[in-house]
T-cell receptor, first 114, second 113 residues
């Protein structure tokens, strides 16, 4: 089944403890992106990647890092999480060639930083 | 990126047609209009995309007037499972320029029995 898989689904951590949220897609999509969703603010893009080894900042990149060493994986790294990073995170991907069917989103990761 | 304005919420009943209008007065020549659906605690799901006139698929129809300053998503004969938030996005498709799409607040549609 074509999908974007995020792990973990839920995570509670403490301030300052480094964490990684993994994202993997099995559709050979070139473009991948991370969003966070907060009440009243909609979805905001954190980082995106056009292809392997190519990443760029979105609207709210502060406090986050990403890497794209392989086409299928796009992990989101929080080096020193803070409570204001408590949010619902979504990974998404889309092909850059062929028909346009928009983004495919993962099921989300609900992160709580205490 | 063109800013979009859509109603915050709408109520409907099972079997009715739901029409959600999105305003995008500053839409650019190369911009497309895309709609997504999001259920609670799930990622958004692509519904439909169009550039002008009318587009229809198995889920919805998208009506775009000639001036393209607005668009209407039409959901025929909704059911309880159509209760979700619907997002209108305007922007250059990813594959055209690598540009991102910006999600606004969306329209919360509640379908009642």
């Amino acid at each position: 089944e074509a999908q974007v898989t995020q792990n973990p689904r839920y995570l509670i951590t403490v301030t300052g403890k480094k964490l990684t949220v993994t994202c993997s897609q099995n559709m050979n999509h070139e473009y991948m992106s991370w969003y966070r969703q907060d009440p009243g603010l909609g979805l905001r893009q954190i980082y995106y990647s056009m292809n392997v080894e190519v990443t760029d900042k979105g609207d709210v990149p502060e406090g986050y890092k990403v890497s794209r060493k392989e086409k299928r994986n796009f992990p989101l790294i929080l080096e020193s999480p803070s409570p204001n990073q408590t949010s619902l995170y979504f990974c998404a991907s889309t092909p850059l060639t062929g028909a346009d069917y928009g983004y495919t989103f993962g099921s989300g990761t609900r992160l709580t930083v205490v | 990126l063109a800013k979009t304005t859509q109603p915050i919420s709408m109520d409907s009943y099972e079997g009715q047609e739901v029409n959600i209008t999105c305003s995008h007065n500053n839409i650019a020549t190369n911009d497309y209009i895309t709609w997504y659906q999001q259920f609670p605690s799930q990622g958004p799901r692509f519904i439909i995309q169009g550039y002008k006139t009318k587009v229809t698929n198995e889920v919805a129809s998208l009506f775009i007037p000639a001036d393209r300053k607005s668009s209407t998503l039409s959901l025929p004969r909704v059911s309880l499972s159509d209760t979700a938030v619907y997002y209108c996005l305007v922007g250059v498709p990813i594959k055209a320029a690598g540009n991102k799409l910006t999600f606004g607040g969306g329209t919360r549609v509640l379908v009642k029995p």
